[in-house]
């Protein structure tokens, strides 16, 4: 992760999530008042192409089966991962992530902490 090869997102329940990646100057399409959870900076270095995967693709590891593949010039970045979860009802209606890049002349520091709950379905006691 501090080489910038790859991005967690943990402490997550197992559910199909909406990803959202745009770069820093790009506005956000998730209003702030439904973001929950912030965690930065990830140091990312992309190469060649940037893919979102869930864990169990990267242990099976079969080759284009499960990722989806981002538009993203290569470089290095300062990542952010915002959680945002709306609620209608007492009932979570949409949740995700945005996970937001920040262009960087050499591969920034991990400031992010890899401890850090992400947890967007559940709801406040």
Do not use: H
């Amino acid at each position: 992760m501090e080489q910038g090869i790859a991005l967690p997102i943990v402490g997550i329940n197992d559910s199909s999530y909406r990803v959202i990646v745009r770069l820093a100057g790009e506005a956000s399409a998730i209003p702030d008042q439904l973001i929950v959870v912030r965690n930065a900076s990830f140091p990312l270095r992309v190469t060649g192409r940037l893919i979102i995967a869930d864990l169990a693709v990267f242990l099976e590891w079969y080759p284009e089966q499960g990722w989806q593949r981002v538009d993203v010039a290569p470089g290095c970045y300062a990542v952010a991962v915002n959680g945002f979860r709306k609620v209608d009802n007492k009932v979570v209606v949409d949740f995700g992530f945005e996970i937001v890049l920040t262009p960087a002349a050499t591969l920034p520091a991990m400031s992010a902490s890899l401890q850090q709950d992400m947890q967007v379905l559940e709801l406040p006691a």
